[in-house]
């Protein structure tokens, strides 16, 4: 009997973006697997390709007269091709866009590697020498020269060379050491990854009770089929780290691989020197400094089985580990989890399920603020749940005040620091003590809210904020309800309406009035834009050279500065006026996240939350770190409307060249959902104009679905695709985004 494999053409072709069948020689039948890679003659003349095979059958399912090429050979290639194959198959299923575009996603692409400079320090004193300056610097309190002497020393033997990447030390110090002959500087060529130790120290810290508890349940949960995925709730500081540490040690020792998603490149310094000190070189670390084919290298030594561990952002999910038994989601509430500028839109938390389900492997979600689809999860037993409900090693919660803005201006302060802040400001800094200050911009562009009484414009159908737009017009951008932008607030009638417009730049100006003695670091997107700029400002900071950092939200994202013991938070709820329903929720998160970096040392932490509205459930569950609290409100307000978690959500983006097109397109999708509709239990919004009518001169519209069911907007999904394509395509594109974390 004849067999017929369907293959995708070489995935970086763009224009080969459909499957092509060919019948499978005589000598290779029964040898040919999905997920083999082959090599197939395509078009005229000797041309050939390479692609990967993504089904097998009996029938070719072709007309007779149509003729069919063989394929001419199977190319070496591991079984894991094959299950990431498969990982594509279901990304493309439950998220949309061709097999083609999930093939890209999943499947590393060729590239070369380049050669790399990487820079070394090498002490050029003798040890002796060495010590004498190490205890003049000590007395003079210069920790980050002390810091840098010692990592050089501790190298054991001349010539004491330490790799640049490895010294929690700023650039500025190394240069000074350089300047004053104390060190050389040398570069090599290398293809290495340079974020590798040869060796770790196995490093074992203590685990607390709770801790304990936690490996224990997570590793019996780990040892049995199937596998539950687990949700580890722990309080800021409570040491999942550590947790995380341990059961990687346990399932290592099960000859099985691990992954450990993480989703700011702004922790992975940290989260990496962590990892490394315990586990050595069987790390590795993908990060945004490695060009293509470093990447690509690294994950080929992932493929061959030269490492056992790999870190890194979302896209680490697809390393090809063939021994993968753990996956570690953290922070696990992250909105950079959820892929939204490329197709499929697919989300880390439940592609990370599904991948370890094919290899009878574990996933582990860790937050300090479970997203609601987690905790959900956890409350109906679908995920085991383990809580950290205190910090590691005894220490406190912080003490956190919540400022009324409202009172501040009618006491007459105009500032951006409340009188409470500025008190605290002081005395930090008084005490040696060091200060971050967080602004909260989310939400700010287009958002409008009263000033007196801290009221939020927003849609009466959908419990979103309103944007403003060039036309004066407040706009949802769910369902397209709009209205003149007020002059008057409808609530207290006061004329002090707008928005928010203080940046970072703007509060550092304002700290330098305030506090001219304090040395300020800032840390935003305009001060992080070289390579080295995250670590050479969190190491600064760590080595006390500045007294207060300002920054936005990669600032209280899992760091631990133990010298902090105060956190301001600036117009803490702004977020709460963002157009979308998540706005409570990431509200809560980031003020609970960054009340969490206050107080992680010998010294209490004190926080100060700003905000107009300090009433708002998610402000004083902040405040009280009462996560419990949080999710009963919101909860409510979900289920009332069918939000997420209590329903799903299917956002169908348009997309045309012209705005005639754009409106056909919009009207046809809307009349073609209606009438699928009909056969499904979901509730159709819109269309209306995305946030961005018009983007790079293609007009935009969105179409939102609400269903119960997640199943069933798969299915309306699937029918709009197989509508299109018999249509024709007549006008634009459609892509598709479920649940999505941030509306178009």
Partial sequence: MAEYARIIIDISLEKLDRPFTYRVPEELEGKVRIGDQVQVPFGKGNRKLTGFVIGLAAESGLSKDIPIKELEGVLPSGSITGQLIDLARFMRQQYGGTMNQALKTVLPM??????????????TLDRSRAQELRTQWEKRHAVAKVRLLDALLAEGELPFTVITTKLN?????????????????????????????????????????????????????FEHSPKRPCLLHGVTGSGKTEVYMELISRVLKKDRQVILLIPEIALTYQTMMRFYHRFGKRVSVLHSRLSAGERFDQLERARRGEIDIIIGPRSALFAPFERLGLIIIDEEHEGTYKSEDKIPRYHARETAIYRAAQMNGMVVLGSATPSLESFYKAQTGEYAYFSLQNRYQGRALPTVSVVDLREELKAGNRSMFSRTLKEQIQDKLRKKQQIMLFLN?????????????????????????????????????????????????PVCGSKYIGGFSAGTQ????????????????????????????????????????????????????????????????????????????????????????????????????????????????????????????????????????????????????????????????????????????????????????????????????????????????????????????????????VSFDFDPIHGE
């Fill in 506 to 733: 703007k509060v550092e100006d304002g700290l330098m009035k305030e506090f001219p003695e304090a040395r300020v670091l800032r840390m935003d997107a305009d001060t992080t834009r070289k390579k080295e700029s995250y670590e050479d400002i969190l190491s600064r900071f760590a080595n006390g050279e500045a007294d207060i950092l300002v920054g936005t939200q990669m600032i209280v994202k899992g760091h631990d500065f133990p010298n902090v013991t105060l956190v301001g938070i600036l117009a803490a709820d702004m977020s709460l006026i963002e157009d979308d329903f998540r706005g409570a929720e990431r509200t809560f998160q980031l003020l609970t996240q960054a009340a969490g970096r206050a107080g992680r040392g010998e010294h209490p932490g004190n926080v100060v939350i700003q905000t107009y509205q300090p009433e708002h459930y998610a402000i004083q569950t902040a405040a009280k770190q009462d996560y419990a609290g949080f999710f009963e409100e919101e909860i409510g307000f979900r289920k009332l409307l069918h939000y997420p978690p209590a329903g799903h959500l299917l956002l169908v983006l348009m997309k045309a060249e012209k705005e005639e097109d754009m409106e056909a397109l919009a009207q046809d999708m809307k009349q073609a959902t209606e009438t699928m509709g009909q056969k499904h239990p979901v509730v159709i919004i819109g269309p209306a104009d995305a946030r961005i009518r018009k983007l790079n001169s293609i007009y935009r519209k969105t179409l939102y679905i609400k269903a119960r069911n997640y199943d069933e907007l798969v299915a309306i999904k699937n029918e709009i695709e197989k509508y299109r394509e018999e249509s024709g395509y007549p006008y634009g594109s």
């Fill in 441 to 489: 911009r989310r939400g700010f562009t287009g958002a409008m809210s009263c000033r007196s009484c801290g009221t939020a414009f927003k849609c009466p159908n959908c419990d979103v904020s309103l944007t403003l737009h060039k036309d004066g017009k407040l706009k949802c951008h769910y369902c397209g309800y709009e209205i003149p932008k007020p002059k008057l607030c």
């Fill in 169 to 221: 030390v700023s650039s500025t110090v190394i240069r000074g050491f350089e300047k004053e002959g104390y060190v050389a500087i040398r570069s090599e060529r290398t293809y290495r990854n340079p974020m590798e130790f040869d060796k770790g120290n196995d490093y074992r810290p203590t685990l607390n009770e709770e801790q304990s508890r936690a490996v224990e349940g997570m590793y019996e949960n």
């Fill in 110 to 123: 060729k590239t070369p590697a380049k050669e790399k400079q990487v820079q070394y320090v090498e002490l």
